[in-house]
T-cell receptor, first 110, second 118 residues
């Protein structure tokens, strides 16, 4: 089983739609979780951290389910500018190393 | 907003040559990293660096790779004898130390150096 798994997509959605991505991780000792956004041939940029209680930042909501070892990202009211690849990132206790998923590609269509 | 700066943005080199990729991390960050991303693949960890020494490295980071912090601002990745399969985007990143709170840190990545080995 891969350490961090994501559906590669692409998810093609119309503007204004709500879209959700999931990510599963294999190591139960995983400690910190993030969603990053990556535009084509650019660096990953931190979108949001994922907290145990769930957290929201504007149109973006992240959830963590430790029992089932998955995290999710919900994007409401999709904009054309949301088109990108969304990377799930996991770290484990005692290390600063990021483990990346392969990313989920989102295309928001006009 | 503080940035991680990487130079050059694109490097083309012949197989077997040595390359040095340069990075200037954010000034008050203490942890530095190199990652790489082969075209179409996921971002992969190479090495982390703290307190002037390697704190962790991956299997990819073999003897042909080395890192250095030659002065108070630069952080470099050297590839001694490049291979075709070293062609990738190389990202430098830096972060604050972890504290006791959950998710207390996140990396800031540089814009990357695209290395092409021919």
């Amino acid at each position: 089983r891969k350490e961090v798994e994501q559906d590669p997509g692409p998810f093609n959605v119309p503007e204004g739609a709500t879209v959700a991505f999931n990510c599963t991780y294999s190591n139960s000792a995983s400690q910190s979780f993030f969603w990053y956004r990556q535009d084509c041939r650019k660096e990953p940029k931190l979108l949001m951290s994922v907290y145990s209680s769930g957290n929201e930042d504007g149109r973006f909501t992240a959830q963590l389910n430790r029992a089932s070892q998955y995290i999710s990202l919900l994007i409401r009211d999709s904009k054309l500018s949301d088109s990108a690849t969304y990377l799930c990132v996991v770290t484990t206790s005692g290390t600063y190393k990021y483990i990346f998923g392969t990313g989920t590609r989102l295309k928001v269509l006009a | 907003e503080p940035e991680v700066t990487q130079t050059p943005s694109h490097q083309v080199t012949q197989m077997g040559q040595e390359v040095i990729l340069r990075c200037v991390p954010i000034s008050n960050h203490l942890y530095f990293y190199w990652y790489r991303q082969i075209l179409g693949q996921k971002v992969e960890f190479l090495v982390s660096f703290y307190n002037n020494e390697i704190s962790e490295k991956s299997e990819i980071f073999d003897d042909q790779f080395s890192v250095e912090r030659p002065d108070g601002s630069n952080f470099t990745l050297k590839i001694r004898s490049t291979k075709l399969e070293d062609s990738a985007m190389y990202f430098c990143a830096s972060s604050q130390p972890r504290d006791r709170s959950e998710n207390a840190y996140g990396y800031t990545f540089g814009s990357g150096t695209r290395l092409t080995v021919v």
